[in-house]
């Protein structure tokens, strides 16, 4: 199938054409004709199988067709929410890019970096605007933006928002919209939760799924390393020599753990930049430009700052810690094997983090293949040490001062570990 039975414009297929893509991918396929018949959609598809084409291409397709008010200033017709301010940039990079022979204006609008040049921008007129939950309230409170006439709504990565706390801000958003419109629904997973939100929000909603690439995996060939704490970062530099690895994304646990493997990557001649939630946006953006355009080697991330991270053809994905809940390893390693690439992903395992290791496999229902480096066997002598809130002990003082309201305790002899809003949030 191409792109042009599906009924796209001649604009919008010259755009596509130019980024590249032959054919639709699945979830294009499905979604491409639900959205452009004005019906409600219900999708689970992941960051990683072209859902914002598939939303974007007949969104564009939709507003043109349609002429805007020739009176006043163009009111926004498009709303896509996004929970990160990464992915809000990068859904708005590609509606810029999907939209360039089409006479529509776009904007993208996150917190975190001055508000006054995003109301000046609305002033002039906006059809799609792609926004965080909490910057598109701030900006209706002070009026700079009127959401009355907005024809199509777009929830990206719903779980996440709710995972983050954003039900009560997108409730808010949704009462600012009438309510005649189309409804789109993009989310990985369909906890209760996301049900019940849909029921709310959809009519009638067509319902497409792709398959969770990551839990077949068949395009990501995974590893994992066993190797002691203190000699992870020393493996990981020797991989990366050895391999001649251009470019690798590596997750750490913690913010703090990611701004210190940076600095020792560098010391260690291989360039490296951490983004992660305590990072001005501007230093986030420059970082990830600077990975994208190869000036550094090395993007060392947190799960939530990495969240729906579009790098393309990124061949290497690197677990420097294990995440406490075992989907983020799948999102994880989901950001390499993209589209029609491999990837590989490899996780660097101390003994501290065999039980998570455990749970991840249990995930995936099957065992990841272990391969060692000589030289690098795990010290047996050493013992397990309990893992709290993401943070790994380092020293008596420094426990008793950040855990003094959580008593140091094996946190996953409960069974499986849990997160609640405000520990993801702080994660970040
Ligand atoms: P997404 O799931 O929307 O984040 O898209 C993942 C990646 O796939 C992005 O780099 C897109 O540019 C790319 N992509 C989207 N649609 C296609 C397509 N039909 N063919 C090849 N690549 C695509």
């Known amino acids: 199938m191409s792109f042009e039975t599906l009924g796209l414009a001649s604009e919008i297929l010259r755009a596509v054409a130019e980024q590249g893509y032959r054919e639709p991918t699945p979830i294009q396929r499905q979604a491409i004709p639900v959205v452009l018949a004005g019906r409600d959609l219900m999708a689970s598809a992941q960051t990683g199988t072209g859902k914002t084409a598939g939303f974007t291409l007949p969104l564009l397709q939709r507003l043109s067709q349609q002429q805007p008010p020739s009176k006043g200033r163009r009111p926004v017709r498009a709303l896509i929410l996004s929970p ?11 509606v810029l890019a999907y939209s360039q022979y089409l006479p529509l204006r776009s904007l993208v609008v996150f917190g975190g970096v001055s508000i006054n040049p995003q109301m000046m921008k609305l002033r002039g007129g906006v059809d799609i605007l792609v926004a965080t939950p909490g910057r598109l309230l701030d900006l209706a409170q002070q009026n700079a933006v009127d959401l009355s006439k907005v024809e199509i709504l777009v929830l990206d990565e719903a779980d996440r928002m709710l995972d983050m706390g954003f039900i009560h801000d997108i409730r808010r958003v949704i009462a600012k919209l009438p309510v005649k419109r189309q409804n789109l629904l993009f989310s990985a997973t369909f906890s209760d939760e996301i049900k019940q939100l849909a029921n709310k929000l959809l009519h009638d909603p067509a319902s497409v799924e792709v398959a969770r690439r990551n839990t077949a995996s068949e395009q990501v060939t995974q590893h994992v390393h066993l190797v002691d704490k203190k000699r992870k ?155 709290i809130n993401g943070r790994q002990r380092v020293n008596t003082t420094e426990r008793s001062r950040k855990n003094r309201a959580q008593p140091a305790q094996q946190p996953h002899s409960t069974g499986k570990p849990r997160r609640t809003n405000s520990q993801r949030q702080n994660k970040a």
């Open 84 to 94: 990160t301010r990464e992915l809000a940039a990068q859904i708005g990079e590609n």
């Open 233 to 387: 970062r020393e493996l990981l530099s020797q991989m990366i020599g050895v391999g001649n690895w251009q470019q690798v994304l590596v997750f750490t646990r913690t913010k703090h753990g990611a701004n210190h493997l940076a600095e020792q990557l560098n010391k260690d001649g291989i360039s490296a930049a951490a983004i992660h939630g305590n990072k001005s946006q501007g230093a986030r953006t420059r970082a990830l430009a600077d990975f994208k355009a190869g000036s550094i080697r090395v993007l060392v991330a947190t799960d939530i700052a990495a969240r729906g991270l579009d790098i393309d053809q990124l061949p290497h994905v690197v677990n420097f810690e294990l995440p406490n809940v075992p989907e983020d390893y799948v999102h994880r390693i989901g950001r390499t094997g993209r589209a029609e690439c491999t990837g590989e992903a490899l996780s660097l395992v101390c003994v501290d983090e065999h039980k998570l290791l455990r749970d991840i496999e249990r995930l995936l229902q099957k065992q990841i293949p272990r391969i060692a480096l000589p030289g690098y066997e795990p010290d047996p002598s050493i013992k397990a040490e309990p893992i």
